[in-house]
């Protein structure tokens, strides 16, 4: 899932205007099953039973873990557009066609911007003293020419007029950007599970507000506001290359993205008239200083060993290559095709891209690894779905929900702003939408044969329920789907909203579009985003259970007599 910061904000903005009319309201469905009697006893289980043989296959033979193990393992890393990506994508949809789902390919989206992979890189103090060093470039830096060995700078500034101390001080410096980050013990265990009162107080969640999004407080802007000036500064004075502390983590664990474009600083960059940012990977960004994160320890003594009055030097070797033949981005899609309701479409997936310092595999090769594993478990029963089952296998998720925010607007519809705002950057997919200018849902005719998406995005931790989005018309119907899975600890349906990830992209423009509920392991303490978003990070029973759960979904969601009924948007 993206990173909760600045992008989702003003993506929630968006998603929750007011401001967008809807031109067609679907009218919820009429006719809605009503949950089952309660029994007193329980009933024998019936072996022929198509839900019955959906949990045999999940959870006796499932095939999740080496679908993982593929993704993350043999393949790595799958930054948009990178080699690892393309291979990805191929992999899926061969791996798909293999188990006898049909239309398998790959759908352009974009054009999305440069690739990038590592080629080599190799950080270490090389004087006082030599000095191994964890570190990890930010995706999307430029290599240095050759190893480069040059001064640290500790840039402590506090504020703007504190940075003048430095002007004139950091040409072919390697500078250290921020103040040291403090390092607590950790008394709290890194995994964890939603316990009963997590449960109930998201069962007992509110309707979700419109426009009730997380906002940045003045301070966040400040800071974001100061650390953008700072940028612009190395940049002025010709720093040679630029070092962050790990944001979160210790322990060898370390938190990396994009590198950092220097730009023209606004007050409030997620604010509604805030110009679009540019962005490493884009063609036209400008040239830009070798970025990388390190360690919160080793940042915090070297930026002693310099408190005390030694002269640090560091050797650092950064090789990069860019991929620019092809600047477009590709989702895997695939089908089971449907029968006598063929022409309707039920949807799952998850993000295949990935950050780049570990190998993607909570965020979100396990979700890729889920949506995969329920097809094959449907297709390895050769259970006939009424509706066409379609796999969607998204990328361009962390740069802000790309893949499936172009692969909707192309097949479904989008909500179309007049007017553009002025100043602003073109972007390659629609954007949400600047300025609250009123928007109008324009859609097209496979909007009407739409059921419902069904995502997994949280990592590794098993399914607890699902986020209703506001739609209180599918509850009971997603009550009775829980129903047999209460004893594996899937029973909860929250009223709320969940944000960050690809359901979001159907749920703009009013299509049902779910995240499951789960449980957090180890995602935002250790995973997410991390160097250690690894396979072995991975809870085979969780992907087992999350696995049958979903292919049950779906195949209710394929079998019923109707779409699945439609929020109504206000
Ligand atoms: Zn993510």
């Given at each position: 899932m993206l990173r909760r910061n600045a992008t989702v904000v003003l993506l929630l903005i968006f998603l929750v205007s007011p401001s967008a009319t809807f031109a067609q309201q679907p009218a919820p469905s009429p006719t809605m099953p009503a949950a089952p009697p309660q029994q007193s006893t329980t009933p024998a289980k019936d072996p022929n039973d198509p839900i019955e043989r959906i949990k045999d296959e999940g959870m006796n033979r499932s095939q999740v873990m080496q679908t993982l193990s593929y993704l993350s393992d043999v393949i790595g890393p799958r930054l948009t557009a990178s080699p690892g990506m393309k291979r990805s994508n191929e992999w899926t949809r061969d791996q798909l066609t293999k188990w006898g789902l049909q239309n398998a390919h790959l759908e352009a989206w974009g054009p999305f911007g440069r690739g990038w992979s590592l080629k080599r890189f190799s950080a270490q103090v090389s004087e006082p003293l030599s000095i191994p060093l964890i570190a990890y470039p930010k995706a999307w830096s430029p290599g240095t020419t050759g190893p480069l060995t040059a001064e640290v700078v500790y840039v402590d500034a506090k504020d703007e007029a504190d940075l003048q101390r430095f002007r004139g001080k950091l040409r072919g410096a390697i500078v250290l950007t921020g103040k040291m980050r403090d390092v607590k013990a950790q008394f709290e265990p890194m995994g964890t599970r939603r316990d009963e009162k997590d449960l109930l107080s998201l069962a007992d969640a509110p309707e979700p507000r419109r426009g009730a999004g997380r906002r940045s407080t003045p301070e966040q802007r400040a800071a974001q506001a100061f650390t953008c000036r700072k940028y612009q500064f190395f940049h002025d004075e010709s720093a040679a290359l630029l070092i962050d502390a790990s944001r979160l983590g210790d322990g060898g664990t370390i938190f990396v993205q994009s590198a950092t474009v220097p730009q023209p600083c606004v007050e409030n960059p997620s604010g509604p008239n805030a110009p679009r940012q540019i962005q490493a990977?884009?063609?036209?960004?400008p040239k830009i200083i070798p970025q990388l994160v390190l360690a919160v320890e080793h940042y915090n003594r070297i930026a002693r060993m310099i408190e005390a009055g030694e002269k640090v030097k560091m050797t650092i070797d950064l090789a990069v290559e860019w991929q620019d033949a092809d600047p477009m981005g590709y989702n895997t899609i695939a089908e089971i095709p449907g029968s006598d309701l063929k022409d309707e479409v039920v949807m799952l997936g998850g993000h295949m891209d990935s950050w780049h310092a570990g190998t993607g595999a909570t965020d979100n090769g396990a979700g890729v690894a889920v949506a995969m594993e329920a097809v094959r478990i449907l297709q390895a029963l050769n259970l006939k779905p009424r509706r066409t089952i379609r796999i969607a296998l998204w990328t361009g998720e962390e740069q802000g929900l790309l893949g499936s925010k172009a692969y909707v607007a192309e097949h479904f519809g989008k909500i179309e702003t007049p007017v553009a705002v002025a100043g602003a950057q073109a972007s390659p997919v629609p954007s949400p939408s600047p300025s609250p200018a009123p928007g109008v849902l324009v859609t097209k005719p496979e909007y009407e044969k739409f059921s419902s998406y069904f995502n997994l995005d949280n990592g590794t931790g098993k399914i607890r329920?699902?986020?209703l989005q506001g739609n209180e018309t599918v509850r009971p119907l997603f009550r009775q789907w829980l129903m047999p899975f209460r004893d594996m600890g899937a029973a909860t349906l929250s009223i709320s909203n969940t944000s960050g990830t690809d359901h979001l992209s159907f749920d703009a423009i009013g299509l049902p579009g779910f995240q499951f509920i789960q449980d957090e392991i180890e995602y935002d303490t250790r995973t997410h985003h991390s160097n250690q978003d690894v396979f072995d990070r991975i809870q085979a029973d969780d992907m087992k259970q999350a696995a049958t759960i979903m292919a049950a979904f779906i195949y209710n969601a394929a079998m019923r007599d109707e779409k699945l009924p439609r929020k109504v948007m206000r």
């Open positions: 990977y884009d063609k036209s960004a329920g699902v986020y």
